[in-house]
């Protein structure tokens, strides 16, 4: 494929994929994807004198419910979650959790609980285990506590993670046929926030 042809096919998929199921005829009825269960876990931040230097925890595992219906005659062939939005036409995306209904009629309704686990760097953070660690340090300096004694502690704090739970739906005939046309496909996205227990260990 020439450089031409591959910027045309990235471009109309991040158009299907932002525009999502409305754009697309209004094929899928329902997206949505949850936090489920109690995560008891915890990403350990490692710390010295001078403030938080970096996570010690490798991966984290996340639980969620995701869940999509097709509309009429359409079924949901592509199923997958990761850091964002995504499409089966695209590569290398850096999947969590990819589920393909092969040469099926697909899924009518799609429902899954999945526990996935994630490198704390590969993770799509709004608000990282230690950047967590460190609003909290300046919280506590503002409100009078001096810097070493925030330092000479354990605190526990909450960071925030991006999971985002993607759809891709087509005419079961051409679900059948694992033959599918980006112009011809309806994509829909759910994302979720989930907090994350983070342990801010004491500074050496």
Avoid at 47 to 64: E, L, Q
Wanted: hydrophobic share 40%.
């Amino acid at each position: 494929m020439n450089r031409i042809a591959m910027k045309t096919l990235v471009a109309a998929c991040a158009a299907l994929i932002l525009a999502g199921p409305a754009a697309a005829g209004g094929r899928i009825e329902k997206v949505d994807a949850v936090k489920e269960g109690i995560d008891t876990k915890h990403i350990a931040v490692n710390a010295n004198g001078g403030g938080y230097t970096g996570h010690a925890t490798a991966s984290h595992k996340y639980m969620i419910r995701v869940y999509a219906k097709a509309k009429g005659k359409d079924g949901v062939y592509w199923a997958a979650v990761g850091p964002y939005a995504g499409s089966p036409f695209e590569v290398g995306h850096g999947y969590l959790f990819n589920h393909s209904a092969g040469t099926s009629d697909g899924w009518g309704t799609y429902s899954k609980s999945l526990i996935l686990d994630a490198a704390v760097d590969k993770t799509f953070w709004y608000e990282s285990p230690v950047q967590a660690c460190k609003a909290n340090l300046d919280k506590k300096v503002k409100n009078g506590m001096a810097r070493a004694d925030v330092m000479k502690r354990e605190w526990d704090v909450t960071a925030r993670a991006r999971l985002v739970f993607s759809v891709a739906v087509d005419d079961r005939s051409n679900n059948r046929k694992n033959k599918h046309k980006i112009t011809q496909v309806a994509h829909g996205d759910k994302a979720v926030v989930y907090p994350v227990a983070v342990k801010c260990r004491k500074g050496l």
